[in-house]
């Protein structure tokens, strides 16, 4: 089928759909469908019904007109107080079409679609001042896009613009302008230097700052791939010296440990051959024979296994003992 072409409420045949959430989206879109369709049918939404009004030639006064001597372009006229009430339920949920049925004019319908959901004239001009104090205090932070800034933007105006046909300022570029970051701020004085800011539109400077924006990007990049580059290279070299470092470390441990085990080696060779004192090596050498069961060992002359004969307390019987002895 041709109308399952279009989603609900996106048809240039159907109204758009009535949004409760997005009230002054809806309402912008549906007053553009209603005057893209007829002017008379927006004029009877705002100022209300056709009267069935006609002037009388003999009196040259406007009179009401029964319907029996309505004239047929009359009759037009007064069949269009019903289409603009055909268009607004055609747009409507059920649930704000119970809301409204029993209106008996199109005016009276889409008022009563406005107070509930823009409030009267007391709530409408405190959103107007709320969003006035958010047009004033609007920044766009550092990390920010042009195209995300921009939208917040863009939402400001148009819902004061809803809400009061009549607001109107020719400073939204200098506002945008200064509510840029301040690394814009060379951009800034350029534009300012080389355009007309009162016939500068705000969709041109938006052009402008993208193109801008993709520069400081691409910048931004190659700075951030410098640093990368130099970070790894400088950890490179780090770890380089660091194994450098670990190797020369081991391999003086290395050095030290055989030097620790040749000097060990030397006093252990030299303690072989040390001699030592004779008090000493004869208490040392009656420990091994007593620990090796060698202590048969006697006294040459008197037999006394407790000394040896130079110990011996008798004296020698002959010469020749006694030079033995003093030999000995």
């Given at each position: 089928?041709?109308?399952?072409?279009?989603?609900?409420?996106?048809?240039?045949?159907?109204?758009?759909?009535?949004?409760?959430?997005?009230?002054?989206?809806?309402?912008?879109?549906?007053?553009?469908?209603?005057?893209?369709?007829?002017?008379?049918?927006?004029?009877?939404?705002?100022?209300?019904?056709?009267?069935?009004?006609?002037?009388?030639?003999?009196?040259?006064?406007?009179?009401?007109?029964?319907?029996?001597?309505?004239?047929?372009d009359l009759k037009k006229r007064l069949a269009k107080n019903n289409e603009p009430k055909m268009v607004i339920y055609n747009a409507?949920?059920?649930?704000?079409?119970?809301?409204?049925?029993?209106?008996?004019?199109?005016?009276e319908n889409y008022d009563t679609l406005l107070i509930p959901h823009q409030g009267n004239s007391q709530v409408k001009d405190n959103k107007i001042d709320r969003l006035v104090q958010q047009y004033e205090q609007f920044t766009i932070s550092e990390e920010?896009?042009?195209?995300?800034?921009?939208?917040?933007?863009?939402?400001?105006?148009?819902?004061?613009?809803?809400?009061?046909?009549?607001?109107?300022?020719?400073?939204?570029?200098?506002?945008?302008?200064?509510?840029?970051?301040?690394?814009?701020?060379?951009?800034?004085?350029?534009?300012?230097?080389?355009?007309?800011?009162?016939?500068?539109?705000?969709?041109?400077?938006?052009?402008?700052?993208?193109?801008?924006?993709?520069?400081?990007?691409?910048?931004?990049?190659?700075?951030?791939?410098?640093?990368?580059?130099?970070?790894?290279?400088?950890?490179?070299?780090?770890?380089?010296?660091?194994?450098?470092?670990?190797?020369?470390?081991?391999?003086?441990?290395?050095?030290?440990?055989?030097?620790?085990?040749?000097?060990?080696?030397?006093?252990?060779?030299?303690?072989?051959?040390?001699?030592?004192?004779?008090?000493?090596?004869?208490?040392?050498?009656?420990?091994?024979?007593?620990?090796?069961?060698?202590?048969?060992?006697?006294?040459?002359?008197?037999?006394?296994?407790?000394?040896?004969?130079?110990?011996?307390?008798?004296?020698?019987?002959?010469?020749?003992?006694?030079?033995?002895?003093?030999?000995?």
């Open positions: 089928m041709e109308s399952e072409k279009y989603l609900e409420g996106q048809s240039m045949q159907r109204p758009p759909l009535f949004e409760s959430d997005g009230f002054i989206y809806w309402k912008n879109r549906f007053e553009i469908y209603v005057k893209s369709k007829d002017l008379d049918l927006w004029h009877v939404i705002t100022y209300g019904d056709f009267p069935p009004i006609q002037n009388n030639p003999e009196t040259k006064k406007d009179e009401i007109v029964p319907f029996d001597k309505q004239s047929d409507l949920p059920r649930k704000e079409y119970e809301r409204i049925f029993m209106c008996k004019s199109a005016k920010e896009s042009i195209d995300n800034a921009f939208a917040k933007f863009n939402t400001i105006i148009t819902s004061l613009k809803a809400l009061d046909e009549g607001f109107c300022s020719k400073n939204y570029v200098r506002k945008f302008l200064r509510a840029l970051h301040l690394k814009w701020r060379a951009k800034v004085t350029a534009i300012k230097e080389s355009k007309d800011l009162t016939s500068l539109s705000l969709d041109e400077l938006i052009g402008n700052l993208k193109v801008y924006e993709v520069i400081i990007k691409k910048v931004s990049e190659m700075v951030k791939g410098k640093r990368e580059q130099s970070r790894s290279f400088a950890l490179k070299v780090k770890k380089e010296s660091s194994d450098e470092e670990s190797l020369t470390s081991d391999s003086k441990d290395e050095e030290y440990a055989m030097a620790v085990k040749e000097f060990k080696k030397f006093f252990k060779r030299r303690g072989r051959f040390v001699r030592q004192p004779r008090d000493e090596r004869k208490s040392f050498q009656r420990s091994r024979d007593d620990k090796n069961g060698k202590s048969e060992r006697k006294c040459f002359r008197c037999r006394d296994p407790n000394h040896l004969i130079g110990e011996c307390p008798k004296s020698p019987r002959s010469k020749n003992q006694r030079a033995f002895v003093g030999g000995t």
